[in-house]
Nanobody, 126 residues
Framework: QLQLVESGGGLVQPGGSLRLSCTAS????????IGWFRQAPGKEREGVSY????????NYPDSVKGRFTISRDNAKNMVYLQMNSLKPEDTAVYYC???????????????????WGQGTQVTVSA
């Protein structure tokens, strides 16, 4: 059974940093593309990063580019999202997701992913 579990969320002040982790189990993680998404109350789910199965390709929307960094350690079945210079508008539930497709043309669309974690809350507030 495929399972993704997020961790590392919490409360942080504006300008601070958090590192989210996504632990994968039940499948060979290096065969899957991984994305991070977020959803704030009343808003659509937004893709904030994508990493290819090898880790050689990444993508970010302009809203987080230069502040967020996605990485993966396939030996540990882990994917990370380092978030720096956090803003109140980054407050949301953050999800990791996996796709078995060998390649995603976009990578930031929720429709491209088959498997989802339960999410972890990130709150940026003074």
């Amino acid at each position: 059974q495929l399972q993704l579990v997020e961790s590392g969320g919490g409360l942080v002040q504006p300008g601070g940093s958090l590192r989210l982790s996504c632990t994968a189990s039940g499948f060979i993680s290096d065969a899957y593309v991984i994305g991070w998404f977020r959803q704030a109350p009343g808003k659509e789910r937004e893709g904030v990063s994508y990493i290819s199965s090898s880790g050689g390709s990444t993508n970010y929307p302009d809203s987080v580019k230069g502040r967020f960094t996605i990485s993966r350690d396939n030996a540990k079945n882990m994917v990370y999202l380092q978030m720096n210079s956090l803003k109140p508008e980054d407050t949301a539930v953050y999800y990791c997701a996996a796709s078995s497709a060998p390649y995603l043309e976009y990578g930031l669309g929720y429709w491209e992913y088959e498997y989802w974690g339960q999410g972890t809350q990130v709150t940026v507030s003074a």
